[in-house]
Structure formats: C-alpha cells, structure tokens
C-alpha cells in the first residue's frame, strides 16, 4: 500500500528548496538586482579649471543618470579635489580647480546599489598652464612729487601694494627706472613700491615689468608728479597766435591748392571759385602749375589777385603758381609726372616774378629767385616725394630758405587724407611734417596747410574738394592781412570728416559746427598752453610725432612732460578735426 503520508511531505520541502534556490539572487520582487548610468562612460577628463569635460575627445555635460531596481543607490569619490552632486535620479561630478602645472591623482567614482553589480568611472584632470596674475591691474601708479603719496586712477593707494599670483615657483619685478624703488615680499608673494623726491619740472615716468618663467610679463606703469617750484627748462614758448584777438578775428576758409583748365585742372577758374564760394570759402588760391599742357611755360590762370563777388559773400581770389622744380635737372614740363619729386605753391607773385620763373633753373637758383620776390610758399603733397630720404630732402630747403618765404608744407591733402584714418599715404604726410619739425625746431617753425589739390568737382557723383581747408586768422579779409597770417603761422586747418568722397554731400554740410578755436593763452610766468574751444570731443598734444597721454587736458605744461622741439594740438568733434601750428620750445643752453 502506497505510503501517502511520507510523499506530500516530500513535495513540500522539495518545492520549498526550490522557492529558496531561486530566490538567491533575485530581488525582493523576484528580479536580479540590476544597476546602470547614462550616459554609459567609464572615462572622463576635466579641464585644469573644472569648467569643461571631455569624454571619448569630445566635450560633455558630467551629468549621469541612475537606473536600478534597487532601494537605494550612492555615488562615491575617492579624491577630495573631485564632488559628487546626487539630485533626485541623477549625479553630477564637479571637479575644483587644478592650480598645479601638473594633472591631479586619477579619481575613482563607484556608484553602488544593494547586491547590483557597482559601475566605475575614473575621472582625470589636467595640470594648469603656466599662469601668472598682478593685481590690481588695469590702472597706473601716480605718485606725489614729494613721493608721500600714491593714487590708483582717483583712489588713494599708499603704500603701493601689488600681489602676485603665479603657480610658478619663481618671479621677478623689476623697475625700469632708478627713482623708482621695487621692495618684494617673497614669502606673501607681493611687492611694495617706493618714490624719493622728484626735483625736476617734469613728470617722472617708468614701467614695472613683473616676470615668471617664459609668460607673457605683466607691465605695471607708474609716474611722479613734477616738481612745481623747479625751474622750466625753457627759455619761451614761441606762440604762432601770440598777436591774434580771438574776440574780432575773422577765421577766413581758404583754398589755397586749386587747379583750372591752364593747366591740369578740368573747370575754369570761374567754375572752381563758384563751387567754393557756395561752400562758404572766403579765400581761393588759383595755382596752376607753371606751365600748359603741352608746352614749356604757360600762363596762369589769374592774372591778379582779386575780390569777386557771389550773393552776399565777398570771396578773395589770390594770384597763385605751381612751381615743378626738379632738384638735378632744369624744369620739366608736366607730362613727366611719375619722376616729379617736389611742387612748390607760390603766392602774390608779380609779374616780373613770373618773368623768372619761366626761367629754367636748379633748386637753389629758383629758390633765390623765388624769395627775392615778395612771394609767400610752400612745399606741396609730402607723399609723393620719390627720394630715398625724403626727410633730408625737405629738412634742405627748410634749412635754405627763410621762414618768411618757405612758410611749411601740405599735410593731408585730398590723396594724402586725414591723420585719424588708416591710409599710408596719411602716415606719410604727418610723419614728414613731424620728421622736418623735429631736424629744425625750435630754429624755425614749418607750418601745416590742408589742401584738396582740386582738379575736377565731381565724377560719377564722386566729390573731390571741399575735404579740408586752412583757416587763416585775419582782422579783415584783404591781401596784406592774409599774406602776414600766412607768415606768421596764424592759421590752423581743418579735415571735414562730415563729407566723405564716396558721394556729394549738401552744401549745408559746410554750416555744420566744426571745432573752433576760442582763445589761446601761453602763461609765459608759469610756462603753459591754455586752448579754449568749442564743438570738440577730445583734444590731444603731439611733440616730435609723439602723441602725449594727457588725459584731455586743454592746459599743458611742457615741462611736465620733458618736451622738446615743439608741441601742437588736435581738436576732434562729431564733423572734423581741427590742427594747430606748432609751439616752439627753445631751451636755456
């Protein structure tokens, strides 16, 4: 008989082994633990300043999400320079800065869960570049003459403290100068400076350079005041305008480079003076060269000087000539213009001048013949001047003739443009004006004239004149008056940077404020340059092609800035800039 008793209960424990069995390695639910992150990397590197990561070379977002079916996960670091962030399902790694040159100790992220198999990242970061930081930056050091005192832009900074922040294990500060003292403190990784007392009328000035291994120095500038009971160091600052009453001048507009059909120009004179006249010019200098189209000596193109007469405007035509003179050879006739190497412009010549000048002669004849005469000239268009050494060539004839004949030369005239673009043939221009100042102030003076050097008005609504013009300075527009201010430098010029050549502006442009020069006043006692102006932005000072940092200062003292030679100012506005004459600075021997 078959034993019922013994086989139920061998069912059960059989069933019960099973259920056991089975369970291992199951979950509460009966499912195998289970543990995975997204995106599924094993590697990633960060930047030496934890900002970016990069996996698989390209940059990611360190963030993962967690997927498991167990209660609970944990995400661990075994580096403290790295921290996990856990926020609902997902984790995020943040790296701290690297300031070290070399990478950090790999870290080991381990995302853990119950009996599910962990998930590993190792985490990488870069060593830092080489770095090198002083601060406060971007500012300079002014100390009091006395050297008491310092200020960092308008904030007091007394003791001068920098620090140093460099992940190398040496740097450097080192002064330029001897009156300035760099004290360092190497252990707190900053530096001290110091100033004695400045005995000199001038601002003292020099540069700290602070170095670390090969980067790029830091470059801290620093100055002194100058000592004001110190004597100038020059004996007068020659003014150009000494004699002019800002309160009743006349500030005439004048052309003075302006061609006709005598000679190269495409208008007749009548046209020429017209188109001027309606931009409110008051003087037109005629100058056609010396000479036709075609054959050796022509006539020019106005006979006399004159008034003429357009609605209420009472314009002064000035009988002018441009003289070709070729150093070597005798005059050449105008069609040989690519081996041209200088014009002059000549004015209120006589007849018996003219006589002589259709003369073929050498540069020193033509010169002795020229300033024998009553006539007033100057070199025109720098830029085109062939020579070698252009600034020998011009410094000889500035050296040749006397300041009362050969007044100065074209700065910026309609090809050579304005001193503020980025044209060549500009830089040309200004750097001879400023060369031939610098070879002979403060023995004589060289002054600035801007000129279109018209020849046509307008091609293809293109317009050639009316760019830039000489102001001349005069009590009353009449021939003497204006040939002494021509003598005497009393004029200044103008660039119009309303008007652009590209297309032919409204003759109301010319109404438009430009700047202007109010009053001028050099305090001989006190050795200074005071300009008052209106419809200006910004003024700057420049000596010997040097523009000053002076903060737009419209009172210079020369001595604070050790000048030489000369100085001169620019006054930019919304419509134009506005050129001085330069001041000339004889020193005591």
Same mark, same amino acid.
């Given at each position: 008989?078959?034993?019922?008793?013994?086989?139920?209960?061998?069912?059960?424990?059989?069933?019960?082994? +099973?259920?056991?069995?089975?369970?291992?390695?199951?979950?509460?639910?009966?499912?195998?633990?289970?543990?995975?992150?997204?995106?599924?990397?094993?590697?990633?590197?960060?930047?030496?300043?934890?900002?970016?990561?990069?996996?698989?070379?390209?940059? @990611?977002?360190?963030?993962?999400?967690?997927?498991?079916?167990?209660?609970?996960?944990?995400?661990?670091?075994?580096?403290?320079?790295?921290?996990?962030? $856990?926020?609902?399902?997902?984790?995020?790694?943040?790296?701290?800065?690297?300031? %070290?040159?070399?990478?950090?100790?790999?870290?080991?992220?381990?995302?853990?869960?119950?009996?599910?198999?962990?998930?590993?990242?190792? $985490?990488?970061?870069?060593?830092?570049? !080489?770095?090198?930081?002083?601060?406060?930056?971007?500012?300079?050091?002014?100390?009091?003459?006395?050297?008491?005192?310092?200020?960092?832009?308008?904030? #007091?900074?007394? !003791?001068?403290?920098?620090?140093?922040?460099?992940?190398?294990?040496?740097?450097?500060?080192?002064?330029?100068?001897?009156?300035?003292?760099?004290? !360092?403190?190497?252990?707190?990784?900053?530096?001290?400076?110091?100033?004695?007392? /400045?005995? =000199?009328?001038?601002? %003292?000035?020099?540069?700290?350079?602070?170095?670390?291994?090969?980067?790029? !120095?830091?470059?801290?500038?620093?100055?002194?005041?100058?000592?004001?009971?110190?004597?100038?160091?020059?004996?007068?600052?020659?003014?150009?305008?000494?004699?002019? =009453?800002?309160?009743?001048?006349?500030?005439?507009?004048?052309?003075?480079?302006?061609?006709?059909?005598?000679?190269?120009?495409?208008?007749?004179?009548?046209?020429? $003076? +017209?188109?001027?006249?309606?931009?409110?010019?008051?003087?037109?200098?005629?100058?056609?060269? #010396?000479?036709?189209?075609?054959?050796?000596?022509?006539?020019?193109?106005?006979?006399?000087?004159?008034?003429?007469?357009?609605?209420?405007?009472?314009?002064?035509?000035?009988?002018?000539?441009?003289?070709?003179?070729?150093? #070597?050879?005798?005059?050449?006739?105008?069609?040989?213009?690519?081996?041209?190497?200088?014009?002059?412009? =000549?004015?209120?010549?006589? /007849?018996?001048?003219?006589?002589?000048?259709?003369?073929?002669?050498?540069?020193?004849?033509?010169?002795?013949?020229?300033?024998?005469?009553?006539?007033?000239?100057?070199?025109?268009?720098?830029?085109?001047?062939?020579?070698?050494?252009?600034?020998?060539?011009?410094?000889?004839?500035?050296?040749?003739?006397?300041?009362?004949?050969?007044?100065?030369?074209?700065?910026?005239?309609?090809?050579?443009?304005?001193?503020?673009?980025?044209?060549?043939? +500009?830089?040309?221009?200004?750097?001879?004006?400023?060369?031939?100042?610098?070879?002979?102030?403060?023995?004589? &003076?060289?002054?600035?004239?801007?000129?279109?050097?018209?020849?046509?008005?307008?091609?293809?609504?293109?317009?050639?004149?009316?760019?830039?013009?000489?102001?001349?300075?005069?009590?009353?527009?009449?021939?003497?008056?204006?040939?002494?201010?021509?003598?005497?430098?009393?004029?200044?010029?103008?660039?119009?940077?309303?008007?652009?050549?590209?297309?032919?502006?409204?003759?109301?442009?010319?109404?438009?404020?430009?700047?202007?020069?109010?009053?001028?006043? @050099?305090?001989?006692?006190?050795?200074?340059?005071?300009?008052?102006?209106?419809?200006?932005?910004?003024?700057?000072?420049?000596?010997?092609? &040097?523009?000053?940092?002076?903060?737009?200062?419209?009172?210079?003292?020369?001595?604070?800035? &050790?000048?030489?030679?000369?100085?001169?100012?620019?006054?930019?506005?919304?419509?134009?800039?506005?050129?001085?004459?330069?001041?000339?600075?004889?020193?005591?021997?």
């Amino acid at each position: 008989m078959e034993n019922r008793f013994f086989k139920v209960p061998t069912l059960l424990f059989t069933a019960a082994i +099973t259920a056991f069995l089975s369970s291992c390695g199951k979950d509460s639910v009966g499912e195998k633990p289970a543990l995975s992150i997204s995106p599924l990397v094993s590697e990633i590197e960060f930047s030496a300043d934890g900002k970016t990561a990069k996996a698989f070379g390209y940059t @990611v977002k360190p963030e993962f999400w967690v997927q498991t079916n167990q209660p609970e996960w944990n995400p661990t670091s075994s580096q403290p320079w790295l921290d996990v962030s $856990v926020s609902d399902d997902k984790f995020t790694l943040i790296a701290a800065e690297n300031t %070290l040159l070399t990478a950090r100790t790999p870290a080991e992220v381990e995302i853990t869960a119950g009996n599910a198999t962990s998930v590993k990242i190792i $985490v990488t970061q870069l060593g830092a570049a !080489p770095s090198l930081k002083v601060t406060p930056s971007g500012n300079a050091v002014a100390f009091s003459a006395d050297g008491t005192t310092a200020k960092w832009g308008d904030d #007091d900074f007394t !003791p001068p403290v920098f620090a140093v922040d460099t992940n190398l294990d040496e740097w450097t500060a080192e002064p330029d100068k001897n009156w300035l003292t760099v004290v !360092p403190d190497y252990a707190n990784n900053t530096f001290t400076l110091t100033a004695g007392l /400045n005995e =000199n009328p001038y601002i %003292l000035d020099a540069k700290v350079t602070v170095s670390a291994g090969t980067l790029q !120095p830091a470059v801290i500038t620093v100055t002194q005041e100058s000592n004001s009971v110190a004597p100038s160091k020059y004996t007068d600052i020659v003014n150009p305008y000494k004699d002019i =009453n800002f309160n009743t001048t006349l500030n005439l507009r004048a052309a003075l480079h302006v061609h006709t059909k005598a000679s190269d120009g495409s208008f007749t004179a009548d046209e020429m $003076v +017209t188109a001027y006249a309606q931009r409110k010019y008051d003087v037109v200098a005629i100058t056609d060269h #010396d000479h036709e189209k075609g054959s050796d000596y022509g006539p020019m193109a106005y006979g006399v000087t004159s008034y003429r007469t357009f609605g209420t405007r009472n314009i002064l035509t000035i009988q002018g000539v441009e003289i070709s003179n070729y150093p #070597d050879t005798p005059i050449k006739d105008y069609g040989n213009v690519g081996k041209e190497n200088d014009h002059f412009n =000549n004015f209120f010549v006589t /007849n018996d001048a003219k006589a002589l000048l259709r003369q073929k002669g050498m540069k020193v004849d033509m010169g002795v013949q020229i300033t024998g005469t009553d006539g007033v000239m100057f070199l025109n268009h720098p830029w085109r001047c062939e020579w070698p050494d252009p600034i020998t060539f011009y410094t000889d004839f500035f050296s040749t003739y006397s300041q009362d004949r050969l007044i100065g030369l074209e700065v910026g005239t309609r090809k050579g443009g304005d001193a503020g673009s980025n044209s060549t043939l +500009t830089k040309y221009d200004w750097e001879i004006w400023d060369a031939c100042l610098t070879a002979v102030a403060p023995g004589r &003076n060289i002054y600035g004239i801007a000129t279109d050097d018209a020849h046509i008005l307008t091609i293809n609504n293109t317009n050639f004149f009316g760019l830039r013009w000489t102001e001349i300075l005069v009590p009353e527009n009449t021939i003497p008056n204006v040939k002494e201010a021509m003598r005497n430098g009393q004029m200044f010029f103008v660039h119009n940077l309303a008007h652009t050549t590209t297309v032919t502006p409204p003759v109301t442009v010319y109404d438009l404020p430009f700047p202007s020069v109010t009053n001028i006043v @050099v305090n001989k006692e006190n050795m200074t340059i005071t300009v008052e102006a209106t419809n200006y932005t910004k003024i700057e000072w420049i000596s010997c092609g &040097n523009t000053l940092v002076t903060n737009n200062k419209t009172t210079l003292k020369p001595d604070e800035y &050790n000048l030489e030679k000369y100085v001169r100012f620019v006054l930019t506005g919304a419509n134009g800039r506005l050129y001085s004459q330069p001041f000339l600075l004889p020193e005591t021997e």
